[in-house]
């Protein structure tokens, strides 16, 4: 990457995703080189063990970078690699990495803001509030990282999936407006602002979609 932070999780979460995609087209080609060697160092340099999440900026040697860059903690990321890398496990059939994104999906639900019932953008390592703008990004991550747990999950467990994709879901729609298109920022104040926005969120919406379409025969049956 460009400009003030050079090296991102970010940027290495959606080649993780693209190399994921031309794995299942291309299986003799590189990716799944490619998508192991993302997930190994993300494993061993974005993912927190200690604190339980995967930070977002570091330093040329990949450990965190310096001051408040470092300590950065994005709920909507955490969802999103929790996708990632729960559907990395079961195809290589890892159990460490089961256990991490799961662990990852429970420090995104720790960016769910109980008044509004949305994601909220950052959170500091120690998990604290850093900002209480939420994006509409997150919401979609939230989604799509509780119905592929639910699809994996048992029982009660699965239950709790089910229930955080409905709450996800009614989140996500305060977005959407009657006409298809989208605000992007919920602010503190419960507003949004009043500016357009991005075009991004396409992507996001239509793979939280998919992740939709993907579990829809199962649904009903889990809520039974």
């Given at each position: 990457?460009?400009?003030?932070?050079?090296?991102?999780?970010?940027?290495?979460?959606?080649?993780?995703?693209?190399?994921?995609?031309?794995?299942?087209?291309?299986?003799?080609?590189?990716?799944?080189?490619?998508?192991?060697?993302?997930?190994?160092?993300?494993?061993?340099?974005?993912?927190?063990?200690?604190?339980?999440?995967?930070?977002?900026?570091?330093?040329?040697?990949?450990?965190?970078?310096?001051?408040a860059?470092?300590?950065?903690?994005?709920?909507?990321?955490?969802?999103?690699w929790?996708?990632?890398?729960?559907?990395?496990?079961?195809?290589?059939?890892?159990?460490?990495?089961?256990?991490?994104?799961?662990?990852?999906?429970?420090?995104?639900?720790?960016?769910?803001?109980?008044?509004?019932?949305?994601?909220?953008d950052?959170?500091?390592?120690?998990?604290?509030?850093?900002?209480?703008?939420?994006?509409?990004?997150?919401?979609?991550?939230?989604?799509?990282?509780?119905?592929?747990?639910?699809?994996?999950?048992?029982?009660?467990?699965?239950?709790?999936?089910?229930?955080?994709?409905?709450a996800?879901?009614?989140?996500?729609?305060?977005?959407?407006?009657?006409?298809?298109?989208?605000?992007d920022?919920?602010?503190?104040?419960?507003?949004?602002?009043?500016?357009?926005?991005?075009?991004?969120?396409?992507?996001?919406i239509?793979?939280?979609?998919?992740?939709?379409?993907?579990?829809?025969?199962?649904?009903?049956?889990w809520?039974?």
């Amino acid at each position: 990457e460009a400009g003030e932070h050079r090296f991102q999780a970010n940027a290495h979460m959606h080649l993780l995703e693209a190399c994921m995609a031309w794995e299942l087209l291309e299986p003799d080609g590189p990716w799944k080189i490619y998508a192991d060697e993302i997930v190994e160092l993300a494993g061993r340099k974005f993912y927190d063990w200690q604190a339980g999440c995967l930070r977002e900026f570091f330093d040329a040697a990949w450990n965190p970078a310096a001051g408040a860059a470092g300590r950065l903690v994005e709920p909507g990321h955490q969802f999103e690699w929790a996708w990632l890398l729960m559907r990395w496990a079961e195809r290589r059939d890892q159990a460490w990495a089961r256990q991490t994104a799961l662990r990852l999906y429970e420090a995104g639900a720790r960016g769910v803001d109980a008044r509004s019932g949305v994601t909220l953008d950052a959170l500091n390592s120690d998990f604290s509030i850093r900002s209480r703008q939420a994006r509409l990004w997150p919401q979609t991550e939230r989604l799509k990282a509780a119905l592929l747990m639910a699809s994996l999950a048992q029982d009660a467990e699965r239950g709790r999936y089910v229930r955080d994709a409905h709450a996800a879901i009614k989140g996500l729609m305060r977005y959407i407006a009657p006409s298809g298109l989208w605000h992007d920022k919920l602010q503190a104040t419960g507003k949004f602002a009043d500016e357009a926005a991005p075009a991004s969120s396409l992507y996001h919406i239509m793979v939280a979609a998919e992740q939709l379409r993907a579990v829809m025969p199962s649904f009903a049956r889990w809520e039974a």
